[in-house]
């Protein structure tokens, strides 16, 4: 969906079931004539004046946003959330290896993709003035777990290493179905950034 004068739009031109319009007026997204709306600026009605502050990460000096894609995708590259007591969560969606005009890089390397997909995440933790020190989860899908995963391994250790990182972040392996068949290797982060460390 698209944002085209104050109103949601489909991109794909797809009628809207009468499921979707249901749940569409049960979200109060419909107006009278069944038409979609946009959310309000300033966010969904009744949010509260106790919600934590949250922006968008992005370094389109590396990649760039989902959204810009041929066929855009729904979702931030990630969010940074300082919460009141002063600590900041970076939350780094799924990153692969993608370049800056948001072409895959590398078809059919995967250490190569396993090295650009860490450095894409290096990237956006450093417009954010973090880094890997920072990180205490990843997240790490690959699309043939059983041919990839020592070479995956191999590269993460030797990356890992290179950062200096003790104790070694939390992290889970999974097979996955990527969303374009070129991606081998993505990868989501986590990292707490210590309280005053600059934006």
């Given at each position: 969906m698209t944002l085209e004068n104050n109103r949601l739009t489909t991109r794909t031109r797809k009628p809207l079931s009468d499921g979707e319009l249901e749940e569409l007026k049960l979200l109060g997204l419909l107006d009278e004539d069944g038409q979609l709306l946009a959310i309000p600026e300033g966010g969904s009605p009744?949010?509260?004046a106790h919600s934590v502050s949250r922006r968008q990460i992005s370094n389109e000096g590396v990649?760039?946003?989902?959204?810009d894609y041929d066929k855009p995708s729904s979702f931030s590259r990630g969010l940074r959330i300082n919460l009141r007591s002063?600590?900041?969560?970076?939350?780094?969606?799924?990153?692969?290896?993608?370049g800056d005009d948001g072409e895959t890089l590398y078809k059919g390397d995967f250490r190569a993709q396993c090295w650009r997909t860490f450095r894409n995440i290096t990237e956006l933790l450093r417009a954010e003035g973090a880094n890997w020190q920072d990180i205490v989860r990843t997240t790490c899908y690959l699309r043939d777990i059983e041919r990839d995963y020592d070479d995956f391994n191999e590269v993460r250790t030797q990356f890992f290493h290179s950062q200096g990182l003790s104790p070694l972040p939390a992290s889970t392996?999974?097979?996955?179905?990527?969303?374009r068949e070129d991606l081998l290797v993505e990868i989501e982060a986590i990292a707490i950034v210590e309280s005053g460390k600059p934006a």
């Amino acid at each position: 969906m698209t944002l085209e004068n104050n109103r949601l739009t489909t991109r794909t031109r797809k009628p809207l079931s009468d499921g979707e319009l249901e749940e569409l007026k049960l979200l109060g997204l419909l107006d009278e004539d069944g038409q979609l709306l946009a959310i309000p600026e300033g966010g969904s009605p009744g949010r509260s004046a106790h919600s934590v502050s949250r922006r968008q990460i992005s370094n389109e000096g590396v990649l760039n946003e989902a959204f810009d894609y041929d066929k855009p995708s729904s979702f931030s590259r990630g969010l940074r959330i300082n919460l009141r007591s002063g600590t900041t969560f970076l939350y780094i969606s799924g990153t692969a290896s993608i370049g800056d005009d948001g072409e895959t890089l590398y078809k059919g390397d995967f250490r190569a993709q396993c090295w650009r997909t860490f450095r894409n995440i290096t990237e956006l933790l450093r417009a954010e003035g973090a880094n890997w020190q920072d990180i205490v989860r990843t997240t790490c899908y690959l699309r043939d777990i059983e041919r990839d995963y020592d070479d995956f391994n191999e590269v993460r250790t030797q990356f890992f290493h290179s950062q200096g990182l003790s104790p070694l972040p939390a992290s889970t392996g999974i097979q996955a179905r990527l969303c374009r068949e070129d991606l081998l290797v993505e990868i989501e982060a986590i990292a707490i950034v210590e309280s005053g460390k600059p934006a």
